[in-house]
């Protein structure tokens, strides 16, 4: 029979063991480290770089999150929009993914919010070809591609 000081003893290190396991795994281990191979290739945002040094020094532009979201009663965000062209009150973006590509006409207004990459107000006149937008505000019927009537229109990066 066991007594209860082995019993104590025996957890304790499996305890130990599988902490020790965990942090191995993690890499935080400053062996794991001192032992870890830097000349490796390291990837970061679908790019593979052959040093570390490159990757730190080399900032690859991310490809801007894409989301549409249509709700039942019309009101719509699109996020990722790239801006086509820019008439007067009227924005053409699009959206790609895969092989498909989204068309929308923005409609905006003297009640459209504008915003730039800060969350500073903006205007119409700070959209150009090719910025990336988040759009909200309600779809409308009617044309040869969806039509949003612009409540908030953000400039992103």
Known sequence: MLSQRMFVLAALAATVAIAGALLLYQGYSPLTQALSNSSGPVTS???????????????????????????????????????????????????????????????????????????????VANIHTGDILTVTGKISEGGARPYINADIVRTTD
């Open 45 to 123: 945002a679908n790019s593979v770089y052959l040093s570390a040094a490159a990757a730190a020094t080399s900032s690859p532009k991310q490809d801007p999150v894409r989301e549409i979201h249509i709700a039942n009663t019309g009101l719509t965000l699109l996020r990722g929009a790239r801006v086509l062209s820019v008439s007067g009150n009227t924005l053409v973006v699009g959206m790609i993914w895969g092989t498909s590509e989204f068309t929308w006409t923005v409609q905006t207004s003297y009640g459209t919010k504008f915003f730039n990459t800060d969350g500073e107000k903006a205007s």
